[in-house]
């Protein structure tokens, strides 16, 4: 949707179809003109941009406000533990790097689309310049409204460049923190700050990460003062079954003792399930998890490149490319439509030769994204080039033809689109039942093996012993 969104930047004629499916992709992406302030309030030009170029550093804002606040004032529990304060100090710090990059992610395209604005200059009939956006604004840094745009866009630029420099690094880092023999003993911030980017791409390694939560987080945020709170539990249910088994037993013989030793079954089951059982069922669901090999390879799948592939070229270098092709359209759209086509083809034969996806299907559904892509920005780019010529008039079957022929090329890509959400909500849907049944599944043996064990420790036992009484 934000490839959508970066050629429809480019004043061609596009056909009706392609115009309405723009209308709704614009409504649908993360873009801030969806509310349109500037009609409910009026204010000079320079002031809403402004105001649109800070909203993702405002979104920004409040999150690093709660990070510092829940530092700072909080972890009210960990006090007494240092190593429990020290992996709620790197959690947080974590979330934290996570939430930036989710930011960053959803309005990557608005910022660049923002900062790009006054750059965009066009022509006018007495030679002079002026704002695309607003002509009002006269594109010389002797104009004061431009000159502010201006520094305040190349700063931006400048922030942006760093910021993206900084992800890369922390991509590099992350990439080889994964593969041989070092002190992982957390999640650095340069792993966490780029994770949501990386999942499940070549190169990522899960096995890893859950060591390190399994054998140093599970480990140094486990209360241990609730230990001794859960043996007197426990004690407190053994005593009170004995002193029940001491009163009733002795006096009921025969059937009258089959049926006090059922009541007593059932009390123990209403009792000590809360205590015992729960962490019975805990430990026998933990030991294929426990012992399993939890290893990695000692060669990384991929690169560095499969590895950081959304960041590197989705996010900074297509839309990046795209933009730059919508300030060349400026003058000449045609000239735009081309170079987002030939954007469109390096990144696909990016993913031809690259699969940076583990999965194979997702390598596949992009790459015809991205091909149909290609070929609906360089048919525009035909269509408006004849449509231009002199004697357009001659080839209006031609140019008919190319705009029924981006028409299907738009309803495919929409179709795909539509598709691919469908089937991964089927997936998130399946996976939940499945998860679910097999839960039921595991409580069902979990039941059966305990029922086959009371069993036959009764069949062995003395009947008599209090242990059996018990059972």
């Not at 209308?23 to 409910?40: E, G, K, R, Y």
């Not at 594109?139 to 409204?145: E, K, P």
């Not at 004849?386 to 929409?414: C, E, M, P």
């Amino acid at each position: 949707m934000q490839s959508f969104n970066g050629i429809g930047r480019i004043d061609l004629e596009w056909p009706e179809l392609f115009t309405k499916i723009m209308a709704v992709i614009a409504n649908l992406s993360f873009n801030f003109n969806f509310f349109q302030p500037d009609c409910s309030v009026e204010s000079p030009y320079w002031q809403t941009w402004i105001m649109f170029t800070i909203m993702p550093y405002g979104l920004m804002a409040p999150i690093t406000c709660s990070y510092l606040v829940v530092k700072f004032l909080s972890f009210r529990e960990s006090r007494g533990d240092p190593q429990y304060r020290e992996v709620q100090g790197w959690l947080l710090l974590n979330a934290w790097g996570r939430s930036m990059l989710t930011i960053l992610l959803l309005f990557i395209q608005q910022h660049m689309t923002q900062l790009s604005i006054p750059f965009q200059c066009k022509s006018m009939a007495d030679g002079s310049k002026t704002l695309v956006a607003s002509q009002d604004i006269v594109c010389d840094l002797t104009d004061t409204n431009y000159q502010l745009l201006f520094g305040v866009a190349t700063l931006g630029w400048f922030v942006f460049g760093s910021g993206f420099a900084v992800l890369n690094v922390c991509l590099y880092w992350s990439y080889h923190w994964q593969a041989g023999t070092k002190t992982r003993d957390r999640i650095p911030i340069y792993v966490a700050a780029v994770e949501m980017s990386v999942e499940n791409m070549r190169g990522w390694v899960e096995a890893v990460r859950l060591r390190v939560f399994s054998n140093i987080v599970a480990v140094r945020t486990y209360p241990t003062g609730k230990d001794n709170e859960a043996a007197e539990k426990r004690m407190l249910m053994e005593a009170k079954m004995k002193q029940r088994g001491a009163a009733v037993v002795p006096d009921k013989p025969g059937k009258d003792l089959n049926k006090a030793l059922a009541d007593m079954r059932r009390r123990k089951a209403t009792l000590e399930d809360e205590v015992n059982l729960k962490e019975i069922k805990l430990k026998w669901k933990n030991k294929e998890r426990f012992t399993e090999k939890g290893a990695w390879p000692d060669h990384l799948d991929g690169s560095y490149l499969t590895y950081g592939w959304v960041l590197i070229f989705s996010s900074f270098f297509r839309q990046f490319a795209l933009m730059l092709s919508a300030l060349m359209a400026v003058e000449f759209p045609p000239f735009g439509a081309a170079a987002q086509s030939l954007v469109f083809m390096i990144n696909f034969a990016a993913l031809i030769l690259l699969f940076p996806y583990t999965a194979r299907l997702l390598n596949i559904e992009e790459s015809v994204l991205t091909g149909c892509m290609a070929f609906l920005t360089f048919m525009a780019a035909f269509k408006e080039m004849v449509s231009k010529h002199n004697k357009a008039s001659q080839y209006q079957s031609t140019i008919d033809a190319t705009g029924s022929l981006i028409d299907v090329l738009v309803l495919i890509i929409v179709t795909i689109i539509s598709g691919t959400m469908v089937f991964n909500a089927y997936i998130i849907i399946g996976g939940c039942l499945t998860e679910r049944l097999r839960e039921e599944e595991e409580r069902g043996h979990f039941h059966r093996q305990m029922e086959d064990a009371v069993k036959g420790f009764r069949e062995n036992a003395d009947v008599t012993s209090p242990l059996a009484v018990c059972l």
